[in-house]
């Protein structure tokens, strides 16, 4: 198995990739991993010891985060993202990893590597952490914003697939995000798509829950929740946030005082793992759904395990044939009202 990684795009240079490289092929010797970017920087951050089954990719232009996305995949051809997707098209690669420009890789996914026949639009989705250590996945988390009410059907099945492939769930429990669990509540899109998933249930493969509000969502109880791209990204980020600020909070609190120190010290380990646990950059990466070969999408600013944990997504995805298994699934949309603009 080949993957691409794409050095170049994140925040933390091409060493954290290199790092993030040498992890993966700790665990996987069998694998190979074609790393993109300038060569001279890669050859830099890879030194003198020779990395088996690590190989690079010479690229002159990188794709910056301030880019024009279309433009940037049309114009930019030697950059380290245009030749991992490039790669992908050509099965020279069976999945990448990026952490750049998130609008330029999923345009440059579905412009070069193309989009499963059937579907309207990919779903980006993540794996969220949830009390009761089952996770789901959740999706679309910023590819579509206006979408069908079929496509968020769509982005159960997907989602669906995902969850038992990679995530090893046998029969996974979907919801739709709301701001309600009565079928009634909600705006359109939503009230329309809630009889489609009804209808489409998910058979003996999965099962419609029904809907969920997001105070919810931590508390366990699904295994795959949809909602559209504007209403996910901004859930996902607040999640984010809401960590980060209680990380914070806590360190404040355990150095307030003397005995709070003390109960800290007995406390610590355990606070850490829990921490660790439910850190967003312990998740790797966001995979793009409903294209013809896996693309993972990484924060700018993932550190080298979280690359590490992204390639381990790609891998278990290109595994358990995730995209074969989405495409040989549509058949089950039910078809709704395809009035609505997408």
Known sequence: MKA???AMGGDNGPETFVEAARRFLRRHPEAEI???GPEADLRAAVGGTRVRGLTIVDCSEVVTPGDEPVR???QKKDSSMVRGLTALRNADADFLVSAGNTGALMSGAVILVGRIPGFDRPGLSSVIPTLD???LVMLDLGAGVDIKPR???????MGSVYARTVMGKPRPRVGLLNIGTEPSKGDRLRREAFPLLREWDGGED??????IEARDLLGGGFDVVVTDGFTGNMVLKAFEGTGDAFRELTRRGIRSGWFSRFGG??????LKREFRRYAYQAYGGAMLLGVL?????????ASAPAIASALEVGFRAVEGDVTGLIENALEEVPNGDDTRNA
């Open 4 to 6: 691409l990684l794409d």
């Open 34 to 36: 074609a790393i993109a």
């Open 265 to 270: 010290m007995f406390a610590g380990s355990a």
């Open 133 to 135: 250590h089952r996770d």
């Open 206 to 211: 999965a099962s419609f829950t029904g809907n």
């Open 72 to 74: 940037a995949i049309r």
């Open 151 to 157: 496509t968020l059907v769509q982005y159960a099945i």
């Open 293 to 301: 070969r896996p693309v993972i999408k990484c924060h700018g600013n």
